[in-house]
């Protein structure tokens, strides 16, 4: 087999911590300028499970013992790891937890620096209707045929139209990608790179990854009670609240969140109280484990959404 037709496989993690309400993946230098997930090269003589040779990489690079972890997706797309030699295969992964302090040669980076379009919680990002759907609608009118038409418009819809879906975050980044709104497609494809690029780019496809880590917590903070991995053991409801928010991209309705916390028994007070340098004390609560056992699924439902999101 010659070096073009070889495969290899890559392991990415994307590490993923939220401090007050910002939402964070730790990225590592890795001789250039774009941002990269911790990673690095499976080697079976080496390493007994993919995961065990995931967590020899991470903790050689970013000197973090990792907790929570699961797998992601493999990403094995032709062109979307740049470098000699064959084919790469990245098997890919997402880790929670608290933010720590940062190793030489690491840096925790919000994740909307990547993803700005995804950000709700203030308003709609003005980007959407400035910048993405008139590109987008050109990307449509482009297509070699009506079919093809179509069916763009229809993932434009979905993806950016009225009933916005916080967990197409993957969807979202594809469809930005092909149409060239994005830096990776013109490094991947070697085409000259023309108009606005959104977000900031990472390594191979490392922002890909990213992505899919996004969505799927997204989706998991809905029926596993993940957003615990991320929190401290003591916190208050609204620093709960804000974490969830952070981490879906929403703003939610105070008081119908809280009725949902209380009616699946996720949290319990502690009878202490928290002393913030402003305002009222607010009383600290922890996760109930119990709850693991209780039932099956137990999330955190995200609720009404305050304000209208077309």
Avoid at 25 to 41: I, K
Wanted: glycine letters at 10%; hydrophobic letters at 40%; proline letters at 5%.
């Amino acid at each position: 087999m010659s070096a073009k037709e070889s495969v290899s496989i890559g392991l990415s993690a994307a590490i993923v911590a939220v401090e007050a309400d910002r939402p964070s993946v730790l990225v590592v230098a890795h001789g250039g300028s774009e941002d990269a997930l911790p990673f690095g090269p499976f080697a079976p003589a080496q390493h007994r499970t993919l995961e065990s040779g995931l967590r020899k990489w991470v903790g050689e690079q970013t000197k973090f013992d990792l907790g929570y972890t699961e797998q992601l997706y493999t990403f094995g797309d032709k062109g979307r790891h740049t470098g000699g030699g064959g084919r790469v295969v990245s098997v890919g992964y997402l880790a929670l937890t608290r933010l720590g302090r940062e190793a030489p040669g690491t840096q925790w980076r919000g994740w909307y620096h990547y993803f700005p379009w995804e950000d709700w919680r203030d308003a709609k990002p003005a980007m959407i209707e400035t910048t993405i759907l008139p590109a987008l609608k050109k990307f449509a009118k482009d297509a070699p045929n009506a079919e093809t038409a179509e069916l763009r418009r229809e993932r434009i819809n979905v993806c950016f139209g009225e009933g916005w879906d916080e967990e197409r975050v993957l969807e979202r980044y594809e469809l930005l990608y092909e149409a060239g709104l994005v830096e990776e497609f013109y490094r991947d494809s070697g085409k000259a790179a023309k108009g606005q690029r959104l977000g900031t780019p990472m390594l191979f496809d490392h922002r890909r990854i990213l992505a899919t880590a996004i969505a799927r917590l997204r989706g998991k903070l809905k029926y596993r009670p993940v957003v615990f991995e991320l929190m401290a053991p003591t916190f208050t409801l609204l620093e709960l609240q804000r974490v969830v928010e952070a981490l879906a991209g929403l703003r939610l309705h105070k008081q119908n969140f809280r009725r949902l916390v209380a009616e699946q028994g996720l949290v319990e007070g502690t009878g202490k109280f928290s002393a913030p340098a402003r305002g009222r004390p607010a009383e600290l609560f922890h996760f109930r484990r119990e709850v693991l056992r209780e039932r099956p699924a137990p999330g955190m439902r995200l609720g009404v959404r305050r304000g209208k999101l077309s």
